[in-house]
């Protein structure tokens, strides 16, 4: 594994977008400038933690924060997105945008904040991939989960964090919601960073 690009420019505080409970980044700020994101912007959303940017404030960062989000600092785990127009006149949910797991249908290939409790976790005895699933089901690939790959755990190693203590707990996690053609809903954290523990 290469070694992890240190980013050059620091922020202290994670970006004014970032505690946004949004289903989707239309009037999120954009953290490098603070402007807002726009109904039918092409922005750049980083997958690790689902912030938005301009696409402007990402050249920046490419050129001159060897290409880290400045919310998690994460680098190139990027997609394109075209802000929907219908979403900016959409109602924020009477949980404030965060969703559970029968919302999650309705948000695919959107950068979501979904809160959920753990049910299970297990880990590929192929891959070393873990599963973090909030599904009950024997099944370790069907159902809602949160996917770590092997390389990736690292980053909570070095935090002290052991994914399986996930279980049983309410986490809130914010990131990419994708429907894998094979594993099915899925959310992809590349960091414990994006992913909060609510309860206990
Ligand atoms: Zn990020």
Redesign the pocket.
């Known amino acids: 594994m290469p070694g992890k690009r240190r980013a050059a420019i620091q922020w202290e505080e994670a970006s004014p977008s970032a505690p946004s409970p949004a289903t989707n980044l239309v009037g999120c700020f954009d953290p490098l400038d603070g402007t807002v994101l726009e109904a039918g912007e092409r922005i750049v959303a980083?997958l690790?933690?689902?912030?938005g940017y301009h696409k402007t404030s990402w050249e920046f960062l490419a050129a001159h924060n060897a290409g880290a989000?400045c919310?998690?600092?994460?680098t190139s785990?990027l997609t394109y997105i075209v802000l929907g127009q219908e979403a900016a006149s959409a109602p924020v949910d009477a949980r404030g945008g965060v969703l559970k797991l029968e919302d999650l249908r309705n948000h695919l290939n959107k950068a979501v904040v979904f809160e959920g409790r753990v049910i299970s976790h297990h880990v590929s005895r192929a891959t070393g991939t873990h599963f973090i699933k909030f599904h009950q089901d024997s099944n370790p690939f069907k159902g809602f989960k949160l996917v770590v790959f092997a390389s990736e755990v690292v980053r909570w190693e070095q935090q002290g964090i052991d994914p399986a203590a996930y279980v049983g707990q309410t986490l809130q996690v914010r990131g990419l919601l994708k429907d894998h053609p094979r594993y099915g809903l899925e959310i992809l954290p590349k960091s414990p960073a994006s992913i909060r523990v609510v309860q206990t």
């Open positions: 980083c690790a933690c689902g912030t989000c919310n998690c600092r994460h785990e």
